[in-house]
């Protein structure tokens, strides 16, 4: 376990209607209150994010957004800006999850333009890499998230990073029930912090959280983070059930 305050962060992806939603957020709210030394997250949907929001006052839980757009406003028939999730409520946004690449055509560039315009807007980025399980195979997964991370944040400096999430989820293991084991997930993000270190100085490299995501359920996450740069959890699955995800919260006792 490392000293950067571990974050464990729920994507609840289309599941939840607004009432949905903002009740499992009061669930969790009351589930997880005496939380200490942890953060924690949950993006709703972005019709939720507003009944959320309400729902959370006086917690210590995070909204968060599970994508935007980067423009300002305009003529983006279906797209949500920055802006409108900050009124909504968010602080935190997901931003290239393995989904939105693969179904709704983000890439390297267009994740790189989401992570500036979050930024730029305050809200913390979550910016996920990961590799299929056809590229590990083939061994590529260093090459794999050299890519990704290099062309995600292509242009920018240090300073503009403050407060960055990066979420090491490996696409095999996202919703499959098969989780990276242990050593696997530290040697990924062993990989992406030393690459961050090169690309920006040890200050940020020691400081950025990254996060692991994949199957994480009650009876993985404390071994997951045992691991020294394994700074918490990206969860889907089981952060649906407010039970469930405050066990993930609560993963050291
Ligand atoms: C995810 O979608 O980010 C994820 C990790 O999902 P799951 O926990 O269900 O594998």
């Given at each position: 376990?490392?000293?950067?305050?571990?974050?464990?962060?729920?994507?609840?992806?289309?599941?939840?209607?607004?009432?949905?939603?903002?009740?499992?957020?009061?669930?969790?709210?009351?589930?997880?209150?005496?939380?200490?030394?942890?953060?924690?997250?949950?993006?709703?949907?972005?019709?939720?994010?507003?009944?959320?929001?309400?729902?959370?006052?006086?917690?210590?839980?995070?909204?968060?957004?599970?994508?935007?757009?980067?423009?300002?406003?305009?003529?983006?028939?279906?797209?949500?800006?920055?802006?409108?999730?900050?009124?909504?409520?968010?602080?935190?946004?997901?931003?290239?999850?393995?989904?939105?690449?693969?179904?709704?055509?983000?890439?390297?560039?267009?994740?790189?333009?989401?992570?500036r315009?979050?930024?730029?807007?305050?809200?913390?980025?979550?910016?996920?890499?990961?590799?299929?399980?056809?590229?590990?195979?083939?061994?590529?997964?260093?090459?794999?998230?050299?890519?990704?991370?290099?062309?995600?944040l292509k242009d920018f400096v240090?300073?503009d990073l403050?407060?960055?999430?990066?979420?090491?989820?490996?696409?095999?293991?996202?919703?499959?029930?098969?989780?990276?084991?242990?050593?696997?997930?530290?040697?990924?993000?062993?990989?992406?912090?030393?690459?961050?270190?090169?690309?920006?100085?040890?200050?940020?490299?020691?400081?950025?959280?990254?996060?692991?995501?994949?199957?994480?359920?009650?009876?993985?996450?404390?071994?997951?983070?045992?691991?020294?740069?394994?700074?918490?959890?990206?969860?889907?699955?089981?952060?649906?059930?407010?039970?469930?995800?405050?066990?993930?919260?609560?993963?050291?006792?």
């Amino acid at each position: 376990m490392s000293s950067r305050t571990p974050l464990i962060a729920g994507n609840w992806k289309m599941h939840k209607t607004g009432l949905q939603a903002a009740e499992a957020a009061g669930q969790l709210k009351r589930r997880v209150e005496k939380a200490t030394d942890v953060e924690v997250m949950i993006a709703p949907a972005f019709t939720a994010l507003y009944q959320v929001a309400r729902a959370l006052e006086g917690s210590n839980i995070a909204l968060g957004a599970q994508n935007l757009y980067w423009e300002k406003q305009g003529a983006f028939t279906g797209e949500v800006s920055s802006e409108m999730l900050v009124e909504a409520g968010c602080t935190h946004v997901i931003i290239g999850h393995s989904e939105r690449r693969s179904f709704f055509g983000d890439t390297d560039e267009t994740v790189n333009r989401k992570i500036r315009a979050a930024l730029s807007a305050g809200l913390v980025p979550v910016f996920c890499v990961g590799e299929t399980e056809a590229q590990r195979e083939a061994g590529e997964t260093f090459s794999v998230l050299d890519k990704q991370v290099r062309d995600g944040l292509k242009d920018f400096v240090f300073d503009d990073l403050t407060g960055l999430v990066v979420a090491y989820e490996p696409i095999w293991a996202i919703g499959t029930g098969k989780t990276a084991s242990r050593e696997q997930a530290q040697e990924a993000h062993q990989f992406i912090r030393s690459l961050l270190d090169k690309l920006f100085g040890n200050p940020f490299a020691s400081a950025v959280r990254i996060l692991y995501g994949g199957s994480v359920k009650p009876n993985n996450v404390r071994s997951l983070m045992e691991m020294p740069d394994v700074d918490g959890a990206l969860v889907g699955g089981a952060s649906l059930d407010p039970e469930t995800f405050s066990k993930l919260v609560f993963y050291n006792q």
